[in-house]
Structure formats: structure tokens, C-alpha cells
């Protein structure tokens, strides 16, 4: 009887250990890819949408698409802090791309996430296109992400204005 009774607190006591030891399922790893670039803006987040508009268009940019869960969260009855994925790109590089390398279209547009913190103010996250478009190992695509960063840092610097 006692045998038993150390056997299971010994069971237990692996079984708590391991899962102590154990990564939590679904643990939020804030940057998981490189290039990687996450700022805020000190401004409120719908007039920082607004001046990240503004600064694509400023810059011969274009807006693809636009996301929003808060959008989308309203339209079900749910209120969320701001959040919304502005899709940038423009023909003449999506040509260039192509040429480059088929699979790679997949990676266009380029993603600018704005996010709501608990302040009111925007919090801006993109990859750079150089860390986007690195994997595929084309030069020509090297060349034209390097360009792109240039244009996204000006955004970027120009919507902060």
C-alpha cells in the first residue's frame, strides 16, 4: 500500500514536472520573422490610418486592399481595439517580381499592419520587403526588394509626420 502511494506521488510528480517543462500550446512569439519592424506612432489609430494612406500615395505607392477585424468584429456585433492590414504594391514592381521568379507573387503586396494599443495611439508592424522577398534567393529580386525598402522606409518616415 505505501509502494503504491510512492509510486503514484513519484507519477505525479514526473507528470507536474513535464508539464511545467512543456512550451504552453499557442504561446505568442511577437516576431517570428526577420526584418521584423514594429513602432509606434503616437498618434491616435484611425488618423494615423488616415497620414499611412497619405504617405503611400505621397510615395507612388498603391493601396491593393485593405483589412480590418474591427470591421469585421462590429459587422458580428464584437468591439475590438483598431486593427487594420493596408496592402501596398504597385504594377511596374509586380512585373518585375514576376519576371524574377513566379512563386514570389505570392508575397506581394506587401503588408503594414496598424494595431490599436490600450492609449488610443497606432502601433505600425511590417516586414521589410528585403526580409520578405530573401528566401527565394533570385538576385533580381534582392535588387528590386532593396528598392522597395527605400520606398517603404520613406512611408513609413512620412506617415510619422
Not at 1 to 23: D, E, K, Q, Y
Not at 144 to 153: K, P, Q, R, T
Request: proline share 7%; with cysteine.
Amino acid at each position: 500500500m505505501l509502494a503504491n502511494s510512492c509510486l503514484r506521488l513519484v507519477g505525479t510528480a514526473i507528470l507536474a514536472g513535464l508539464l511545467l517543462a512543456a512550451p504552453v500550446a499557442g504561446a505568442a512569439v511577437d516576431q517570428p520573422n526577420p526584418g521584423t519592424r514594429t513602432m509606434a506612432t503616437g498618434k491616435p489609430f484611425g488618423a494615423y490610418v488616415e497620414d499611412l494612406k497619405a504617405a503611400i500615395s505621397g510615395n507612388r505607392m498603391g493601396l491593393v486592399a485593405q483589412a480590418s477585424a474591427t470591421r469585421g468584429a462590429a459587422s458580428i456585433g464584437v468591439t475590438i481595439p483598431g486593427n487594420a492590414v493596408l496592402m501596398v504594391f504597385r504594377p511596374d514592381f509586380a512585373v518585375r517580381m514576376l519576371e524574377a521568379s513566379v512563386p514570389a507573387g505570392i508575397e506581394a503586396p506587401i503588408r503594414l499592419y496598424v494595431t490599436e494599443r490600450a492609449d488610443g495611439t497606432a502601433e505600425l508592424t511590417y516586414r521589410t520587403p528585403s526580409a520578405v522577398f530573401a528566401p527565394y534567393e533570385v538576385p533580381a529580386l534582392d535588387t528590386m526588394a532593396a528598392e522597395l525598402d527605400g520606398i517603404f522606409e520613406k512611408i513609413v518616415a512620412d506617415s510619422l509626420r
